[in-house]
């Protein structure tokens, strides 16, 4: 495998590796607290984030052996994250940020066969990981099977795929190396560019969520884009020249703003006072649908920022203490913005600080890709000057890796979403209501599995399902709904989306749903929506 390819894989893994320990950090975090709805002691286990601060202590060339065991530490605590109990998991998804946060920036002072890492392998290696997750949380029927029990094997096969591409490399010697200050704001971007993929992109199952889209039509469109830049990349990364400044920054720009009117045009104004009338809400309207299918066609924009962000860094680095300057930067900013769409939806229990947030959703958003966008416009890297002088030392085998990602994802996009056929029951219907509590049994351990073997005990007619609304970063961007109405073959009323920060009502049935909306009622605490619909039985 050619360095570059071989770099390519090990930032794909690590970004990958983000998204699974950082998302079950938060998650294990938010299960634990919500025993007690309150910020206790365990929320400190945010800290091992904080790991890059051990850079500022670094004043000459780290060993190698640090790299070895900053690898062994990942291998080992993501290999068990799918296999522990919650505060275990905690524990060891802590770890694996811990060392991958500090694997990425000693990666650009290594070298392979005398190669630095480039900005065309850190792009193609977020769009690789995108990739894979879209295909994980497909196949796990919006639950992400390698975090899943029986595709926990998963995490062991990806670790030793990392170990492989880390084999033989070495720290390289430079001569100039980029200040704090010039690195800080690249370092920010890059967060932010993570930020949105972590929040959202890697889970097309959530976005589906925001508008209640096609989620076969996300699934497809994601994939087919992150293949796309992968094209780019691999095929002709030259092409990148034709974009003038103007253009890369009216892209953001719009990205931007399509992003933010896709949350904001489908924000609920709930009643106001006890006397207000209860507010219905129906199907989405395609014209509120039309600025999510545009951020969609934008969202390249996130690779194409990482390349930009990234670009010289392969021939003057920043130093390692900058890198941790600006990673604990980064890290602070990305745990803000966490702790802000928590408060959307837990806005009647962390007072006084969380009223502020309800009906905020959209301002994370906002404030990612905001941010994102000032970077670049900062920043102002001609890429005129950069992709023509460059030709591309990817493989192809690349291409033939994002089309199986993307053909395996249609596949599960699919297969996990047909509905069966039942026979109706002579003069009876069995009815089945469900607090799921967010698929969290009185201990805090995760139940999802055990309460579909429940469901399919009873084998219920019509399930209606509270506390069911899991699609957001505090519980990993898990889609419970999907996952029960996949598994059993059942149609699915989805109720409420994230965007309303309510806990969930959802209702799923063995008969096609009519009628389907929500109603909306006062409440000074938690959001009070109710899914309702009609069921016709032959």
């Not at 995490?155 to 690195?183: F, H, M, N, P």
């Not at 602070?332 to 006084?352: D, H, K, R, S």
């Not at 805090?444 to 609304?469: C, H, K, N, P, T």
Request: net charge neutral; aromatic share 12%; proline share 5%.
């Amino acid at each position: 495998m050619k360095p570059s390819d071989r770099y390519a894989l090990i930032f794909a893994l690590l970004f990958l590796f983000l998204l699974h320990s950082i998302g079950s950090l938060v998650e294990s975090i938010y299960i634990l607290d919500l025993l007690q709805t309150s910020l206790d002691e365990k929320a400190l286990g945010l800290l091992f984030l904080f790991s890059p601060a051990l850079l500022l202590l670094f004043r000459r060339k780290p060993s190698r052996f640090l790299m070895g065991l900053l690898f062994v530490i990942v291998f080992l605590a993501r290999g068990l994250i799918a296999f522990l109990p919650t505060v275990g998991r905690l524990l060891a998804a802590g770890l694996a940020s811990a060392a991958t946060l500090l694997l990425f920036p000693l990666l650009f002072h290594t070298q392979i066969a005398g190669q630095r890492p480039s900005a065309r392998a850190i792009s193609l290696g977020l769009a690789l990981a995108v990739a894979i997750s879209v295909l994980l949380r497909t196949v796990g029927f919006g639950i992400d099977y390698a975090l899943q029990g029986e595709g926990g094997w998963l995490g062991w096969v990806l670790g030793a795929l990392l170990g492989y591409a880390l084999w033989g490399i070495t720290y390289s010697e430079q001569d100039e190396l980029v200040s704090a200050r010039e690195a800080l704001s690249p370092l920010v971007g890059v967060w932010m560019a993570f930020a949105l993929v972590y929040f959202a992109f890697s889970a097309p199952s959530v976005m589906a969520r925001w508008v209640e889209s096609d989620y076969r039509l996300t699934v497809g469109v994601i994939g087919l884009l992150c293949l796309a830049w992968v094209g780019i990349l691999v095929v002709q990364p030259a092409w990148l020249g034709r974009l003038s400044p103007t253009a890369i920054l009216l892209w953001n720009g719009l990205f931007a703003l399509a992003l933010t009117a896709t949350l904001l045009v489908n924000r609920v104004v709930f009643p106001a006072s006890p006397d207000s009338d209860a507010l219905i809400v129906g199907a989405t309207p395609w014209q509120q649908q039309v600025p999510f299918y545009v951020t969609l066609l934008l969202f390249p924009v996130i690779f194409l920022d990482l390349y930009l962000l990234t670009e010289g860094w392969q021939h003057k680095p920043p130093s390692l203490r900058a890198m941790g300057a600006g990673m604990v930067l980064g890290v602070f900013l990305l745990i803000v913005l966490i702790f802000m769409q928590i408060f959307t939806n837990v806005w009647g229990y962390v007072e006084p600080i969380s009223p502020w947030f309800r009906n905020k959703f959209w301002l994370p958003f906002f404030l990612m890709s905001g941010l994102l966008t000032l970077v670049i416009v900062l920043r102002r890297v001609p890429l005129r000057e950069i992709a023509p002088s460059v030709a591309s030392d990817l493989s192809s085998i690349w291409l033939v890796v994002g089309v199986v990602l993307l053909g395996g994802s249609l596949w599960a996009a699919f297969a996990t979403t047909r509905v069966r056929q039942f026979e109706p029951r002579p003069n009876s219907l069995i009815v089945m209501t469900y607090n799921l509590q967010q698929a969290n049994d009185s201990a805090g351990e995760r139940s999802y599995q055990r309460q579909l073997a429940l469901m399919q005990q009873v084998d219920a007619d019509i399930l209606a399902l509270q506390e069911s609304d899991s699609a957001r970063v505090s519980l990993n961007n898990a889609d419970l709904v999907r996952y029960f109405a996949g598994k059993l073959g059942y149609y699915a009323y989805y109720g409420p989306g994230p965007i309303s920060g309510t806990y969930g009502t959802a209702i799923l049935s063995k008969y096609p749903l009519q009628n389907t909306h929500i109603v909306f009622s006062y409440s000074d605490q938690d959001e009070i929506g109710t899914a309702v619909a009609e069921v016709e039985v032959h």
